[in-house]
């Protein structure tokens, strides 16, 4: 099954934008992969799905300034206008042959 | 509106069992699969097991099979988690989350399991 690479931490600055990036072990390119985003204390919100083509959709009420894109192995999650509400856990997750996976998440500080 | 309310959650001995509910709304339950995820404290999410729709399998990670047993209720809306020869490290916050085409496209508020002697 798949193995799902986060980076631990990132940090970015109030109004600024953020890229982060889950990546997918080898052979297994073409997965769709659900982005979420979890803010202290709370349950994990679906952010959106994203696509081996690039293409991604996003769950209801899911701001603007959250978009998705791929390359290769690689999911992103993007951030624009960086408000002191995205400080939060983002985990990514797919399916594979009867198993699901998630990334070990990656915390986000907005400076 | 999508709504999945989870219960049953409470505090139990190492050995005991649970079993957990979640209630769901909002949308045609039948034919989605379902999910429980769980969070022990100050980690990372971590998938326990899934049920397909319509009457199909069930899944379960290797963390818990021969352990854990789900089910679900279609005529209710529910979905089920019995938990049985509780440990210690099945402390953690139960999610329920409906699935999508391979991903997870909603959660629940969860519900807290600590087991303790």
């Known amino acids: 099954q798949p193995v799902l690479t986060q980076s631990s931490s990132a940090s970015a600055s109030l109004g600024s934008s953020v890229k982060l990036t889950c990546t997918l072990s080898s052979g297994h390119s073409s997965k769709i992969i659900g982005w979420h985003q979890q803010q202290p204390g709370m349950a994990p919100r679906f952010l959106m799905k994203?696509?081996?083509?690039?293409?991604?959709n996003k769950g209801s009420g899911v701001p603007d300034r959250f978009s998705g894109s791929s390359s290769g192995t690689d999911r992103y999650l993007t951030i624009s206008n960086l408000q002191s509400e995205d400080e939060a856990d983002y985990y990514c997750?797919?399916?594979?042959?009867?198993?699901?996976?998630f990334g070990g998440g990656t915390k986000l500080t907005v400076l | 509106e999508v709504q999945l309310v989870e219960s049953g959650g409470g505090f139990v001995q190492p050995g005991g069992s649970l079993r957990l509910s979640c209630a769901a709304s909002?949308?045609?339950?039948?034919?989605?699969?379902m999910n429980w995820v769980r969070q022990a404290p100050g980690k990372g999410l971590e998938w326990v097991s899934g049920?397909?729709?319509?009457?199909?399998?069930?899944f379960y990670a290797d963390s818990v099979r021969g352990r854990i047993t789900t089910a679900r209720d279609d005529s209710k809306n529910t979905f089920l988690l019995q938990m049985d020869s509780l440990r210690a490290d099945d402390t953690a916050v139960y999610y329920c989350a409906r699935g999508a085409d391979g991903y997870l496209d909603s959660w629940g508020q969860g519900t807290l399991v600590t087991v303790s002697s």
């Open positions: 997750e797919t399916w594979d042959t009867n198993t699901r996976v």
């Open positions: 049920i397909s729709g319509a009457g199909g399998g069930t």
């Open positions: 994203v696509e081996g083509s690039g293409n991604y």
């Open positions: 909002g949308f045609t339950f039948s034919i989605y699969g």
